[in-house]
T-cell receptor, first 110, second 112 residues
C-alpha cells in the first residue's frame, strides 16, 4: 500500500513561478525523500530530510517536514521548463524500504 | 562510482510466456535491492526487496517472483505472464544506512 500521498495530482504553472507540492504519510518514518521522474525514465533522488529535521534546502529546492502532521512539502522556486516532470515523495521504513506516493505531475510552460 | 544496469528497456511478450528481467549494480557491496512496478501515470508499487544474497521479501502477492543469485544481481521472473503484468518495471538499490535510492532506467513490459 502507498505510504505517501502527494497533492496536487497535477500542477501547471508558468516559468518563473514557484511550484509547491505536498505529501502526507501515515506511519512513523526514519526519513522522507523526494524524487523526480522524467517521462518514461527512472527516478532521480532530489533531497532527503530526516525525521529530526524541519527544513532543508538544495539549490532551488526547499523541503519542509512536519512530523506532528505527518506531512512534507517540496517547493521549487523560479521554475523552468526543464523542471517539467513527475515528483514523488517516499518514506523510509524497516529495511530501508522506500514506499512511494502517487506523485505530482508538474508542467512548467515557457 | 556506482552504476545500475537494467535490461531490456522495452519488451513485448505474449500472454502465458515466461519473463526474466535482470538488474545489476556495480561499485558497491551488499546493497538493498528493489523491484517496483509503475502503472501509467501512477506511483510506484514495491514488488520485492532484498537485503542480502538469497533473501527476498515480497510485498504484494502476484504472478511474479524475484531472486538474488549474487550480491549485486536481482532478477524478476514470471513463469506465465498475464495481461495485468503490463507496466513499467524499475529496479533500484540503496545503501544500508542512508536509504537514498538509485534507479535503473526501467523496462516497459507490454503483455499482448
Amino acid at each position: 500500500s502507498q505510504q505517501g500521498e502527494e497533492d496536487p495530482q497535477a500542477l501547471s504553472i508558468q516559468e518563473g513561478e514557484n511550484a509547491t507540492m505536498n505529501c502526507s504519510y501515515k506511519t512513523s518514518i526514519n526519513n522522507l525523500q523526494w524524487y523526480r521522474q522524467n517521462s518514461g525514465r527512472g527516478l532521480v533522488h532530489l533531497i532527503l530530510i530526516r525525521s529530526n529535521e524541519r527544513e532543508k534546502h538544495s539549490g532551488r529546492l526547499r523541503v519542509t517536514l512536519d512530523t506532528s502532521k505527518k506531512s512534507s512539502s517540496l517547493l521549487i522556486t523560479a521554475s523552468r521548463a526543464a523542471d517539467t516532470a513527475s515528483y514523488f515523495c517516499a518514506t523510509v521504513g524497516g529495511y530501508n524500504k522506500l514506499i512511494f506516493g502517487a506523485g505530482t505531475r508538474l508542467a512548467v510552460h515557457p | 562510482s556506482q552504476t545500475i544496469h537494467q535490461w531490456p528497456a522495452t519488451l513485448v511478450q505474449p500472454v502465458g510466456s515466461p519473463l526474466s528481467l535482470e538488474c545489476t549494480v556495480e561499485g558497491t557491496s551488499n546493497p538493498n535491492l528493489y523491484w517496483y512496478r509503475q502503472a501509467a501515470g501512477r506511483g510506484l508499487q514495491l514488488l520485492f526487496y532484498s537485503v542480502g544474497i538469497g533473501q527476498i521479501s515480497s510485498e504484494v502477492p502476484q504472478n511474479l517472483s524475484a531472486s538474488r543469485p549474487q550480491d549485486r544481481q536481482f532478477i524478476l521472473s514470471s513463469k506465465k505472464l498475464l495481461l495485468s503484468d503490463s507496466g513499467f518495471y524499475l529496479c533500484a538499490w540503496s545503501e544500508q544506512l542512508t536509504a537514498e535510492a538509485f534507479f535503473g532506467q526501467g523496462t516497459r513490459l507490454t503483455v499482448v
